[in-house]
């Protein structure tokens, strides 16, 4: 339920507080002086579509907030999911803001949450019935809504859409199996193609890194052979190498080492000099021997680098790619064959699921029909009640024809649902957008509303009372007064049968402050009511005899 409001910056509302309650209430007032303003302000409050052109000449950002309590559980339930609550006396505030950089800030007692929550949430807390729906009832599309909104079919719908999704994505999957078996054979000399190709190149993961590398150290590793033999035969196996020429030095000494003093030290010395020449020139041969066997023949090295590069190019983009490929397109044609036994598995599945997606849709058509006598009746009833006794309305629920002649499902059933009317006696009913005025649709979609009770605590009618007057006109405030009860109904009206029988009228009324347009609300007393439905139903000129009508029509209406 609708609380408080407060509007701030938007059109020619300054700064606006109203407060509300329980039952009937009627906002009236001069053409302009804000009415819509204030619907406008609270549709904001339940996500719809904000434009900077709301925002007053001049300020910053425009706020609008209103207080809801008495929360049905469906909407504690989506708080709760978004990690939101009402406070502790079960009251929520909501608030938005809308700058003029385009910057746009909604919140739930405080806490920040998204357009499409506050959207999400604004269907359980409001049903708002603007000026320009009853048009939406010239659009046969929208029929099927409606009869399904009256039928509360939610489950039987759900589980057709579910049949319908099962279907869709089985008939892709299928596609795409039928097409791999008649390209069967195709795709099979592909492949042969494609790993004839990557086994002879035999490629590896990090084969083609390593190469590189081998390449960039090739000379590098000629020059270590070569030093190293020029080494090692200097030592160990030349004409006169070294290591013999110590062993010749070092006999040559042992027979007269026992002459001269020096003669130990100099054999000692000559006999480690002797000893590290051996084994230095083993370790030198020993390394040729290892770099030499490594030497690689730089002419296969660039052939192999050439295919490698080739194959990546072709197949890449690098060697692990490639090799990841070669692995794929041998699973592949190894399932090959296995392809017509699974086409087999999902035409029979595909079958099954088609067959359940009929009895669905039947079970749907036939959940329709049902709903649409239901709904005629009960339809007709309120519009005889509106002033429309010999109404005829009927609602067809037929298959939906394709351009082949069959039946065409959709993700809402196979059925076309259409209104048609006949307003007088004797005259066939036919289709609604034909024949329909503006007075009939005012009254056809007050009478919708009234037999698809979204469950809704607050309901909002904008000028509901178009193309009306008179008796009629005051049946739709009785409609309207009596659909409150324990709710709140609020009308925007221009008849004063309607404002009469309201619990609470508010008159809405523009000033000039500052040389400003400024829009302002007020709770009328009943002396102010009794003025508002007088020039209501008189103009502005308001005469004894006319406020004695208007304060006979309120009296005449009090509950």
């Known amino acids: 339920m609708l609380n408080s409001l407060h509007i701030e910056n938007i059109a020619i509302i300054d700064s606006l507080d109203v407060d509300f309650g329980k039952g009937f209430s009627v906002l009236t007032g001069e053409t302009g002086a804000g009415k819509s ?16 052109d709301l925002i007053r000449t001049g300020a910053d950002a425009a706020i609008v907030s209103a207080c809801f309590s008495g929360l049905s559980d469906e909407a504690i339930a989506l708080l709760d999911e978004n990690g939101l609550s009402p406070d502790p006396e079960g009251n929520i505030i909501i608030f938005r803001k809308i700058g003029v950089d385009g910057r746009n800030n909604a919140r739930i007692n405080g806490i920040n949450v998204t357009v499409s929550l506050l959207k999400q949430l604004g269907e359980q807390l409001i049903n708002i019935h603007g000026q320009h729906d009853g048009v939406l009832l010239l659009d046969p599309k929208r029929h099927l809504g409606y009869l399904d909104a009256f039928g509360n079919i939610d489950e039987t719908r759900q589980a057709y859409e579910d049949a319908y999704d099962s279907v869709k994505k ?13 390209l069967k054979e195709t795709r099979r000399k592909e492949l042969e193609q494609i790993l004839a190709e990557l086994e002879q190149s035999n490629i590896q993961p990090g084969e083609y890194d390593e190469l590189m590398n081998l390449r960039k150290n090739l000379l590098k590793n000629t020059e270590i052979t070569e030093a190293l ?12 190498p070294a290591a013999q020429l110590a062993k010749m030095a070092l006999d040559s000494l042992i027979s007269i ?30 390394l040729f021997d290892s770099y030499a066997g490594e030497l690689i023949d730089p002419q296969k090295l660039e052939s192999r680098l050439d295919l490698l ?6 197949y890449g983009p690098g060697d692990e790619e490639v090799f990841l490929l070669w692995n794929k397109c041998k699973t592949e044609y190894e399932n090959l064959d296995n392809n017509a036994q699974a086409l087999k598995e999902i035409e029979l599945e595909f079958a099954t699921a088609r067959e359940k997606l009929d009895l669905c ?12 006598n239901a709904m005629k009746a009960r339809l007709q009833e309120e519009l005889a009640y509106l002033d429309m ?22 993700n809402d059933g196979k059925d076309d649902v259409e209104f048609f009317l006949s307003a007088n006696a004797g005259e066939a009913p036919r289709p609604l957008a034909k024949i329909a005025s503006g007075g009939e649709l005012s009254r056809i979609m007050l009478a919708l509303k009234t037999v698809i009770d979204k469950g809704t605590d607050t309901v909002i009618y904008d000028e509901v009372d178009t193309g009306v007057s008179g008796a009629t006109a005051e049946k739709i405030g009785k409609k309207l007064q009596g659909s409150a009860g324990e709710k709140q109904v609020f009308s925007i009206t221009h008849l ?36 508002e439905i007088a020039r209501i139903m008189g103009g502005e000129q308001l005469s004894d005899t006319l406020l004695q009508s208007a304060e006979e029509l309120l009296i005449n209406n009090i509950k």
Do not use: M, W
């Open 496 to 531: 004063a049968q309607i404002a009469a029988q309201a619990d609470h009228h508010y008159k809405v009324a523009k000033r000039t402050d500052n040389e400003r347009v400024v829009s302002e609300i007020h709770l009328l007393s009943r002396e102010g009511r009794i003025r």
């Open 309 to 314: 590069e080739e194959i990546c190019k072709k």
């Open 170 to 182: 089985l008939r892709d999957k299928l596609a795409k199996c039928q097409e791999l078996e008649a």
């Open 229 to 240: 033999h020029t080494a090692s035969t200097a030592i160990y196996d030349g004409e006169l």
């Open 389 to 410: 006794p010999k109404i005829q309305f009927e609602i067809t629920v037929q298959d939906r024809i394709n351009d082949r002649g069959g039946i065409r499902y959709r």
């Open 361 to 372: 849709a039947d079970k749907l058509s036939a959940a329709r029909k049902n709903a649409a």
């Open 37 to 52: 303003i204030i619907i406008d302000s609270i549709q904001l409050l339940v996500g719809n579509k904000a434009s900077k």
């Open 257 to 286: 080492q026992k002459f001269f003093p020096q003669g130990e030290e100099y054999v000692s010395r000559l006999t480690q000099i002797s000893a590290d020449l051996d084994d230095l020139g083993a370790t030198l041969g020993k």
